[in-house]
């Protein structure tokens, strides 16, 4: 079974700083897919982004970028420039490649504030 | 387009009471699920839908009964819940071939 780990159970930075949350997963699998979920005021999931595991290139978008590294099995998440809005919940998942089923594994996740 | 449609936001029910969620999308996933989250915990997932029919169910408790009429239109349909199944019920969807879960933002349910 796969497992996702979040170590930062609370993590608070200024705005306009960078942060970086922490992400570990275990799996036998060889294809699968990562991801960043953010969940502000507890409500909807929205993407921020995510990883294909054949792929070596770490995926960015905008101001969110990734450092996948999959020998260690690890997928952290920076944000540059934080801003207010990015204070939310955020969610690491892994799912494994289309197989069906399509389940997608939850890290326990990690309180971000941004602070004026 | 990456709409997922919740109906109602807010839902406060007796242990005795029948009441309906409601997920509606019009992006052409076949495939629907419904997860479960507690408050400062992670999504559950629940079931899964793929072409109106239940792939999964996750060992869910039969108070709790999924239904998929189309393609566009996943219902849960509650009965008989108890205090513990307060929680927020999100919904989502994928087109088939793609990897991407697109979220509602949920129905807050309160089972008094």
């Known amino acids: 079974a796969q497992t996702v780990t979040q170590s930062q159970p609370e993590m608070s930075v200024q705005e306009a700083e960078t942060v970086t949350l922490s992400c570990t997963y275990d799996?036998?699998?060889?294809?699968?897919?990562l991801f960043w979920y953010k969940q502000p005021h507890s409500r909807q999931m929205i993407l921020v982004i995510r990883?294909?595991?054949?792929?070596?290139q770490n995926a960015t978008e905008n101001r969110f970028s990734v450092n996948f590294q999959k020998a260690a099995k690890s997928f952290s998440l920076k944000i540059s420039d934080s801003q207010l809005g990015d204070t939310a919940m955020y969610f690491c998942?892994?799912?494994?490649?289309?197989?069906?089923?399509?389940?997608?594994?939850f890290g326990k996740g990690t309180k971000l504030t941004v602070n004026p | 387009d990456t709409e997922v449609t919740q109906t109602p936001k807010h839902l406060v029910m007796g242990m005795t009471n029948k009441k309906s969620l409601k997920c509606e999308q019009h992006?052409?996933?076949?495939?629907m699920y419904w997860y479960k989250q507690k408050a400062k915990k992670p999504p559950e997932l629940m079931f899964v839908?793929?072409?109106?029919?239940?792939?999964i169910n996750e060992s869910v408790p039969s108070r709790f009964s999924p239904e998929c009429p189309n393609s566009s239109l996943l219902n849960l349909h509650l009965h008989a819940l108890q205090p513990e199944d307060s929680a927020l019920y999100l919904c989502?969807?994928?087109?088939?071939?793609?990897?991407?879960?697109?979220f509602g933002a949920g129905t807050r349910l309160s089972v008094l």
């Open positions: 989502a969807s994928r087109r088939t071939g793609e990897d991407i879960q697109y």
């Open positions: 998942a892994f799912m494994k490649q289309r197989t069906g089923s399509e389940k997608l594994v």
């Open positions: 990883q294909e595991a054949y792929k070596q």
């Open positions: 839908y793929s072409y109106e029919k239940l792939s």
């Open positions: 992006m052409g996933h076949r495939a």
């Open positions: 799996t036998s699998e060889n294809n699968y897919y």
